[in-house]
């Protein structure tokens, strides 16, 4: 099958691919035809400097137009593209570097001191770094060998032979490479269909490109020929101003953005218009049932989605608009051709309902990764036949719908009981006082494990610690409830809105034998 880019730049050459409007800068607007050229362009300087079918590309950057072409040049030329998190340190971007094989890297010069010039003998297969954005650094290539470059498609080229490598967030160690072919996207195109994108949707991004779910519903609506609206880097004014003034359909967004949009006065919410929204994915982390409720009451009530996933595993169940405040808590029913499987320790499967029949959620689906590069062993241990896990546990409801309980590994066993934060988190947050919670295990000499809770207040709100608790216990079995309570200003976590529990956990679990998470 022929490169959609290129059927696309053919049958809608004058339409809007993707726009960049930065506020104090230039509107940046490609057409197919545009991004078609750029890509091709790309795609001929990556072929020049070695980069052949299967070869890796690092990309590293805020969300640009230049992201966009660099994932069509990639996937027009067979290669892998690995996306790099601009928010890690130069060491932990050293590893992705250094494990991917990658040859060679194109990154915003805002962030080009995070891959140093090839030179460095210790940057393994890295040959060239390509920067766009601005100067290119000593050693590095600039924006000029793309724009002398052949705007004409490379020969041969076909839809369907790229691949993407997502270096997981590390909320539990290590980066791993989620290596995913685009061979089959039966998966995908079936759940476009049953969500009901169309051709002339608008998608804006929210959130960085570089984590699995923003990008893999951007490339679906350039897929689709719709119109990409960029937005560099997030701000919740902003992002209501683009969504007013390019009337955007669909996006996706992890809970923390969209918290902050819907936190802003309603003053401030009322200068711009959100009626057009169609199609907002709720995913990256749990929304609670609080910050549903306050998003419908801001945007149109039939268009929150909510879809269950991983990098790993693609999307696994979905939430029907109708569902939200009918079904609190649930991830939805399973998406359209995913088998899910719950198992028990044993490995015998759980068919009963309701949280006493819970089990590790395992998903068969043609979505599902190929590998953990360069580590077969990590893949073969996530494995149960032809079903994969990222470690849920869940449940599911008598009429089908599944309900995540925790990730494996963050479940508290505490005097012998199995505690899961999710749990104890939604409770909490039901406060209308609290922004954010997070729960987690530390040491008791008489438990084994006690509930700590890390609270964010909302602004101006006095909770006390005993507060905190007496509300958890109106709602929780008392075993559940946070023994002890902190507070913070801020929850660490990922770019792409998990909590990087560990950074909480490491100081309490410091010089104790026993380390969870």
């Known amino acids: 099958m022929p490169d959609l880019l290129t059927l696309h730049a053919s049958s809608q050459p004058g339409k809007l691919a993707v726009i960049e409007d930065r506020p104090g800068a230039d509107v940046v607007s490609w057409t197919y035809a545009q991004l078609e050229v750029e890509a091709n362009r790309l795609a001929n300087v990556l072929v020049s400097l070695g980069v052949g079918r299967g070869g890796k590309v690092i990309w590293c950057g805020p969300n640009s137009p230049q992201v966009v072409a660099v994932i069509n040049a990639a996937r027009k030329i067979g290669a892998v593209a690995v996306p790099l998190n601009y928010r890690l340190t130069a060491e932990e971007a050293r590893y992705i570097v250094v494990h991917s094989d990658a040859c060679v890297a194109y990154v915003d010069a805002e962030y080009a001191h995070l891959i140093p010039a090839p030179r460095d003998v210790h940057l393994g297969n890295l040959r060239h770094v390509l920067v766009h954005g601005g100067a290119a650094p000593a ?11 052949s705007a004409e498609p490379l020969a041969g080229e076909t839809e369907g032979t790229g691949a993407t490598m997502i270096y997981t967030s590390g909320t539990t160690g290590k ?48 897929a689709l020929g719709q119109t990409i609206i960029i937005q560099r880097k997030f701000g919740p004014e902003d992002w209501l101003r683009l969504v007013s003034k390019y009337k955007v359909t669909s996006t996706f967004s992890a809970p923390p953005l969209i918290r902050l949009v819907c936190a802003l006065p309603a003053e401030v919410k009322g200068h711009y218009d ?11 982390a749990p929304w609670s049932f609080a910050l549903k409720q306050a998003y ?24 029907e608009p109708r569902d939200q405040l009918r079904k609190p808590g649930s991830c939805g029913k399973p998406a359209p051709g995913v088998e899910i499987r719950l198992l028990d320790a044993d490995g015998n499967e759980v068919t009963g309902t309701g949280p006493a029949h819970s ?28 079903f994969h896990t990222v470690g849920d546990v869940a449940y599911r409801d008598e009429e089908g ?38 729960v ?43 023994r002890s309570v902190s ?4 929850l660490p976590r990922t770019g792409s809105g998990k909590l990087l529990k560990r950074e909480l956990r490491a100081p309490y679990w410091a010089g104790h034998a026993k380390q969870v998470g």
């Open 139 to 149: 050693g590095m290539l600039g924006e000029d060998i793309v724009a002398r470059a």
């Open 487 to 490: 507070f913070m200003d801020e």
């Open 440 to 482: 987690f295990g530390i040491p008791s000499e008489q438990w084994g494990e006690q509930v700590h809770a890390t609270v964010v207040l909302a602004p101006g709100v006095p909770l006390s610690e005993a507060d905190v608790i007496a509300h958890a216990r109106q709602h929780l079995a008392g075993y559940k409830c946070p």
């Open 274 to 284: 959100r009626s057009s929204m169609r199609i907002m994915l709720a995913n990256a």
């Open 175 to 222: 980066p791993k490479g989620a290596y995913r072919s685009m061979a089959d996207q039966s998966t995908a195109t079936a759940l476009i269909g049953f969500i009901g994108y169309m051709a002339d949707d608008v998608y804006l991004t929210s959130g960085p490109l570089y984590h699995s779910g923003p990008l893999a519903f951007m490339g679906a609506g350039l």
């Open 296 to 319: 419908l009451a801001d945007f149109p009530a039939d268009s929150l989605w909510e879809v269950y996933g991983s990098t790993e595993l693609g999307v696994n169940c979905v939430l």
């Open 359 to 386: 089990g590790e959620l395992y998903v068969g689906s043609t979505g599902v990764f190929n590998e953990y590069y360069k580590q077969p062993e990590t893949y073969k241990a996530a494995m149960h036949g032809d």
């Open 401 to 438: 719908y599944y309900y995540i309980w925790n990730r494996k590994n963050d479940m508290i066993i505490s005097g012998g009981m199995n505690v899961y934060p999710a749990e104890i988190e939604a409770a909490i947050e039901q406060h209308p006082g609290i922004f954010d919670v997070a």
